[in-house]
Structure formats: C-alpha cells, structure tokens
C-alpha cells in the first residue's frame, strides 16, 4: 500500500519533466538545426502550460478545488515578491538607460578597471552586495543594466557577463546572515548564525577564489571599451544611491522605487526628461518582464499543484529511505542525504528558500541520526540548494538576467562557474564538511 502511494506520489513530479523536456528539447533540437534564438522560439511561459494541465489531470481532487490550489501557489508570498521585484528592475533598467545613467556607470566601470579584469571586478561587486542586501535578486536587479553596458561597451560576451554577474550573487546570497536562505536554513535546524557562515565560508571561499582566476582567464583577448568619453558624474547618482542603500539593509523595493525616482530626476536636469517619456519608460520597463512574470506566476502555482498530490513528499521520503540504508557510515549518508534532498527539491521548485523549507524537518531528523551538527546540516541545505539554483534555467536568478541582458537563459547558466565549481568543492571537501566539532556555539 505505502509503494503504491509512492508511486502515485512520484507520477505528480511527471508535469516538470515534460515542462522541462519542452523547454530545453526544443531549443536543444533547433540549435542543432541551426536556427536562430532557437531557445525563444518557444517561450518558457508557454511550454510550462501543457506541464499544468498535465498536473491538473493527475490530480484526483475535484477541477475547482485544483484551481484554488494553483491559485494560492501562484499567489505565494514569495513568488509575488520576486514578481514586484522583476517589475521594478525592469522600469529602473529602462529609465536608467534612458537618462544616461547606464552609460556613465560603464564609463566609470571601464575607467577603474583595466580590460582583463572588468570580469573578476563584477564578481566581487556582485558579491559583496549579495551578502550585504542579502538576495541574490535584488542584487541582480540593481547591478544587471550595469553589467548589460559593459557587456555592450567592453564588447564582452553577454552570456559570460551575466554568468559572472550570477555566480557573485550565488556567492554572497549563500554566505549572507541575512539572507532568507541563511534564515530559513539556521532556523529549520536550530543553528547559529555565525556556526552556519564558518562552515559554509569553508568551501564557498575556495570556490570563489577558482572562479574569480577562471573569469580572468575567461576575458576575451580583444576586450576593449573602445571609449575615451569622460565619466557623467551626475549620471552615477542613482546607481551610488541604490548601492550604498543595498549595502545600508533597505529595503529592495525602496532601492529600486528611490533609482527610479533619482534617474528620472537626472534625466530632467541633464536632458530635459519629461514626465510622459518617464512613464512610457517605466511601462517599457514592465513590458520587458512580461514573460518571466508570467512564467513566475505559472511555476508557483504549478509547484503548489505537486506538492498538494504528494510529489515533493514522496521526493523527500525517498531520499530518507535511501540514506538509511547506507548503515557504514551514517554520518556520510545521511549527510548526502541532506545534500540530495536540498538540491532535488530546488529543482521542481525553482526557489532555494523554499526548497530548504520543504526539506528542513527531514534534513533535521537525518541530521539529529546521523549526530550531525546544527551548522553542519544548515550548511548542507543552503549550499546544495544555491547550486542548483545557479544552474536552473528556469530560475528567477537566470530568468531575469536573461530578460536584462536579452539571451537566453540557458546561455546565463552556461557561463554560472560559481555553482559549478562550487558543486565539486563541496563534493571534494565532503568529509572535511560534516567533520563534527566539539562544541557548537
């Protein structure tokens, strides 16, 4: 009876797999036949539809009841946060661009940094606001149309910039006190703050430091900023606004509403930006982030649909059961268990906060049989879901520097070295990790 509530249970994690076999199948196969964007030519909003249907003929609960739940996922605190969140990029990208602003923050940018290291330059920026805003998003948000004019000025792969501008984010997120991973993490296994950042600095340091050499590596040789136009000084407010207001805790919406305001207000001091260009600019800016609002919204509803049939809680009995199993060494299975749990659950749910919070009871319990330590577990299940996140090409992260920068989101995650690297020191460094200290702080 239990296998067979499992199997049932495993069918409802079927609409991911056929959203993601239509997402990247097609543009896999039209990128072998040479066409053109070939990973637009069928939007992500779009192939996630026959995933919901799919989703709603699985369930057994009555059509209108299925309705209400996708509903309330889409509706989730979280996927409406990040909505607001893309909007407001969106507009201060458009408005920042329109007003100058964008190109005297890549005149400043090209003038500190010599050509092979704007790369390196943009991950630590990255990174250090990550860690201070504590979301990877909202760093994207502020540093993206930055980053879109180095790319564009540098004559930098855009790919490359934006896979650089994901993995500083990845970095600083997973470290961040604040940071709702961190929170969520700490909190579901009863860790402290400052055990958790020891044990994740541990293996996130040595994987920053390899990146920070592969993106100096990676800088094209023929990069150049091709400008000797001095730098617009005015033009730098907004973004010194948004930077030093990251780095004070506030808010991101306040950020991104207060370099909004500040561009427009430039726009009209340098170049007489009037008040209707302002507002067709903003709603350019919502516009441009029409599809991964749309896709945000469908995610988190389809997310709710699998997890209400139990397809998540099969995921996590299973992982479990699998761990137990290997009775040698308890303390190395349960602690892969833990690992596996974060990662998988990040991959049908596109959201590491979330992920952490559906696996924390059982990440607890593997923890507590295996004797590990709070910051041991905690640690596991925020680095193992900030690597999966960093390489979901359906993930906010991905989706909105995609959006940003105009590529594809498959290409943002081709170049995310961050997660990658960061998977195979943690593997590396795997027994070092969950080698238990005496006290715990």
Not at 32 to 50: D, K, T
Not at 363 to 376: G, S, V, Y
Not at 414 to 423: A, K
Request: net charge neutral; aromatic share 8%.
């Amino acid at each position: 009876m239990t296998q067979a509530r499992s199997s049932t249970s495993f069918i409802s994690l079927l609409p991911f797999a056929l959203f993601l076999a239509l997402f990247l199948g097609t543009g896999i196969v039209l990128s072998l036949q040479g066409v053109e964007f070939a990973f637009y030519q069928l939007p992500a909003s779009i192939a996630i539809i026959p995933a919901i249907l799919l989703a709603v003929l699985i369930g057994k609960a009555p059509i209108e009841k299925q309705v209400g739940q996708f509903i309330q996922g889409a509706g989730h605190p979280n996927i409406i946060t990040m909505c607001l969140i893309y909007l407001l990029a969106g507009a201060f990208a458009s408005v920042a661009k329109a007003t100058g602003s964008v190109d005297a923050s890549v005149a400043l940018g090209l003038s500190l940094f010599p050509d092979y290291l704007l790369l390196p330059g943009l991950f630590l920026v990255s990174a250090f606001i990550a860690t201070a805003m504590g979301t990877s998003m909202g760093t994207i948000a502020a540093i993206a149309p930055i980053a879109l004019g180095f790319s564009q000025s540098a004559d930098l792969n855009a790919g490359l910039v934006a896979g650089c501008l994901l993995s500083g984010a990845i970095f600083g997120d997973n470290l961040s006190i604040i940071s709702d991973t961190t929170i969520a993490a700490t909190r579901s296994q009863g860790a402290q703050m400052r055990d958790k950042f020891k044990a994740n600095f541990k293996i996130a340091l040595p994987a920053a430091l390899i990146c920070l050499v592969l993106f100096a590596l990676l800088t094209e040789p023929g990069a150049s900023s091709q400008t000797t136009n001095s730098v617009a000084w005015l033009g730098l407010i907004p973004y010194i606004t948004i930077l030093v207001l990251a780095l004070a805790g506030v808010n991101v919406f306040i950020v991104l509403l207060t370099g909004i305001v500040l561009a427009a207000a430039i726009g009209f001091i340098q170049q007489d930006y009037q008040l209707s260009r302002w507002v067709g600019d903003i709603n350019q800016g919502f516009a441009n982030m029409q599809d991964i609002f749309i896709l945000s919204l469908l995610i988190g509803g389809l997310s709710e649909l699998v997890k209400r049939q139990g397809g998540l809680t099969a995921l996590t009995n299973t992982i479990e059961s699998i761990a137990q199993r290997f009775s040698k060494n308890t303390k190395t299975s349960n602690s892969l268990g833990i690992a596996a749990l974060a990662f998988c659950a990040n991959f049908f749910t596109a959201n590491n906060t979330v992920s952490i919070i559906i696996s924390g009871d059982t990440a607890k319990n593997l923890a507590d049989d295996a004797k590990l330590t709070p910051a041991q577990s905690a640690s596991l299940l925020d680095i193992f879901a900030c690597i999966n996140q960093g390489l979901i090409p359906y993930g906010a992260q991905a989706l909105l520097l995609g959006a940003t920068m105009t590529i594809s989101p498959i290409e943002v995650i081709g170049y995310s070295f961050y997660p990658m690297v960061l998977f195979v020191v943690a593997l590396i460094s795997f027994n070092k990790m969950i080698a238990a200290p005496k006290t715990q702080g």
